[in-house]
C-alpha cells in the first residue's frame, strides 16, 4: 500500500513540477514578445527620410547708361551665386499615434503624420563685379540671394521625392509587420496604407 502511496506522490510532485515549469515558459515567451514589439515601435520613433541634392550657379546683371548711349558708355555690375540645397522628405514618427494592446497581442497603428518637405539652401558669392557708379548694396544683394533660392526650388523633383520617401515608409512600418506575424501578433492599421501593406506583407 505504500508503495502506490509513493508512485502516485511521486507522479504528483512531477505534475507539478512540469506545470510551474511550463507557465514559467510561457511567461517569459510573453514577456520577449512584448519586448520584441516594443523595440520594433520604439525603431519607428525615428524621421524617415529622402533627400535631394541640388546645385545651382545663379548670375545677376545690372547696366546703368545715358538712354541713347548704352552703346558707348554703361556701367554694369554683376553678381554670381553658387546655390547649393538639401531638399529632404520626412515623416516624423515620433507623432505617429500608435497603440499596443499586450493582452490580445494587438497593435493599432491610429495615425502616421503628413510628409513634411524642407529645403537647406547654402549660398555663397562665386563672383562680383561692380563699378564705382553702379554698385551693390547690402539690401540688393540680399534680395538677389533670395531669388536665386527660389530659383533652385522651382528645380526640385517634389513627386521623385515624395515617392522615395513613400517607400521608406512603407519599408519601414513593414518591418512592424513582419515581427508581429512571426510572433503572432495582430495589427489593426486604420492609416490609407493599410492595404498597400498588408499586400505586401501579410
Not at 73 to 84: I, M, P, R, W
Request: without cysteine; aromatic residues 14%.
Amino acid at each position: 500500500m505504500k508503495k502506490y502511496i509513493y508512485i502516485f506522490g511521486g507522479v504528483l510532485i512531477g505534475v507539478l513540477i512540469t506545470y510551474f515549469l511550463m507557465k514559467q515558459f510561457q511567461e517569459t515567451s510573453s514577456t520577449n514578445e512584448s519586448h520584441v514589439i516594443a523595440y520594433e515601435i520604439k525603431k519607428l520613433n525615428k524621421m524617415i527620410v529622402a533627400e535631394q541634392m541640388f546645385s545651382d550657379v545663379y548670375s545677376h546683371k545690372n547696366s546703368l547708361y545715358f538712354p541713347g548711349l548704352q552703346d558707348y558708355f554703361s556701367f554694369d555690375k554683376k553678381v554670381l551665386f553658387l546655390v547649393n540645397a538639401k531638399v529632404q522628405a520626412v515623416y516624423d514618427l515620433k507623432k505617429m499615434d500608435i497603440q499596443v494592446d499586450s493582452v490580445q497581442k494587438t497593435i493599432f497603428i491610429n495615425r502616421v503624420p503628413e510628409l513634411e518637405i524642407q529645403t537647406f539652401p547654402d549660398v555663397r558669392f562665386y563672383d562680383m563685379e561692380q563699378s564705382r557708379f553702379n554698385s551693390f548694396d547690402k539690401d540688393e544683394l540680399n534680395s538677389i540671394k533670395d531669388r536665386a533660392v527660389a530659383h533652385i526650388e522651382k528645380s526640385i523633383d517634389r513627386e521623385k521625392i515624395q515617392r522615395e520617401a513613400h517607400d521608406q515608409l512603407i519599408e519601414n512600418l513593414g518591418e512592424l509587420y513582419l515581427v508581429a506575424k512571426t510572433y503572432g501578433w495582430k495589427i489593426e492599421d486604420r492609416t490609407p496604407y493599410a492595404q498597400e501593406l498588408n499586400l505586401k506583407f501579410n
